[in-house]
């Protein structure tokens, strides 16, 4: 007899609003509203992580990715499809799509089931940023300035693309 | 509970980013789709990490998370080029590198 806690039912309400606001964004002929499901999806699995006492993970999520990738992608919705609205030339035939995401969505699902079934959670770590920044700078410092190093490339790389007299 | 149905949630995640690379043809609509994707294997990498008892892997999608943000900035500088040279956003129309 398992006992059903508070943070399970979260986890089954905000997966739902998870799952459902992904299949919105895959499936919405709105541009802008793909956008903006991607928000709620994303803040769900922000959800997730703090469910799963990743704190700092979950702070970053929504730094990084709500606050700051979404919103380069509504620029560039703006920038590339000047009235915006309803779009009839968005999809591809989608039962082979159908077929592949199922497969590896089942392969995926019934594979991970299969292997972490019997495997419960062990003294549960709380990810926070004090803990975390302790773990970056003493195990992991060499991908961190890696990490730094690929960041200035982007810089570089991204002014250079959008440089207007970009002689090929 | 067991985390299993974590990572559950992560395969369901993925594979809905996945159909949505295929079927969409928008390119700016792919890039979100890819977004779901690396969000569904960060969240997995998050449930491993408690699973193991240890805070690797919520380090390494600290890591990836920097690492799709810089993929972002890229990619949508590519868009805006490719749509100013070809005046489109779909990935169908850019096909210069076919035969």
Known sequence: ?168 | MTPMWYIVLAAVLFSIGAVGVLVRRNAIVLFMCVELMLNAANLALVTFSRINGTLDGQIMAFFAMVVAAAEVVIGLAIIMLIFRTRRSASVDDANLLKY
């Open chain 1, 1 to 168: 007899m398992t006992v059903i806690t508070l943070a399970d039912i979260m986890f089954g309400a905000v997966g739902l609003v998870a799952v459902g606001a992904a299949l919105a964004v895959v499936s919405t002929s709105h541009l802008v509203r793909a956008g903006l499901w991607l928000v709620v999806t994303l803040g769900a699995i922000a959800v997730e992580f703090l469910l799963l006492r990743a704190e700092f993970v979950a702070w970053v999520q929504v730094l990084i990715y709500v606050g700051a990738i979404v919103v380069l992608l509504l620029f560039a919705v703006m920038l590339t499809k000047a009235p915006i609205g309803r779009s009839t030339d968005l999809d591809r035939p989608i039962w082979p799509a159908l077929l592949v995401g199922a497969g590896s969505g089942l392969g995926l699902a019934t594979l991970f089931a299969w292997v972490y079934a019997s495997d419960g959670i062990s003294a549960p770590p709380v990810g926070s940023a004090e803990k975390l920044g302790q773990n970056i700078f003493r195990d992991w410092v060499l991908p961190f300035e890696v990490l730094s190093v690929l960041l200035l490339a982007a810089l570089v790389g991204a002014i250079v693309l959008s440089k207007k007299d970009a002689k090929s």
